[in-house]
């Protein structure tokens, strides 16, 4: 059974910073890409980062670029989210998901939603003063 948990969502002061997790089971992590998408309230849900398999490929939105930092620990089944100099607009629940047809890659469409059947619960980012 693949599953999706993640972690790590807190209250957080902006300027400051947050690690999320995405603990996978049911599935080899080596093999498949991982997303990273949020959801802030009334808006769509939208693609924050994206991490192959090799980590040769990772894809960050514009807006986190240079704030964020994905990685994965294959050893453990994990990904991570590392958010730095979060801002209030960082404000939303993230999910991680990923999709076993899609495979290794994240390519150029990694951000729409759809294309993912496996997500987790979500983790609540909060930034506020």
């Known amino acids: 059974q693949v599953q999706l948990v993640e972690s790590g969502g807190d209250l957080v002061q902006p300027g400051g910073s947050l690690r999320l997790s995405c603990v996978v089971s049911g599935f080899t992590l080596e093999y498949y890409a991982i997303v990273w998408f949020r959801q802030a309230p009334g808006k769509e849900r939208e693609g924050v980062s994206c991490i192959s398999t090799s980590t040769r490929q990772i894809y960050y939105r514009d807006s986190v670029k240079g704030r964020f930092t994905v990685s994965k620990d294959n050893p453990n089944n994990t990904v991570y989210l590392q958010m730095s100099n979060v801002k209030p607009e960082d404000t939303a629940v993230y999910y991680c998901?990923?999709?076993?047809?899609?495979?290794?890659?994240?390519?150029?469409?990694?951000?729409?939603?759809?294309?993912?059947?496996?997500w987790g619960q979500g983790t609540q980012v909060t930034v506020a003063s």
């Open positions: 998901a990923t999709d076993l047809l899609r495979g290794s890659t994240c390519g150029s469409t990694w951000f729409v939603r759809k294309l993912y059947r496996y």
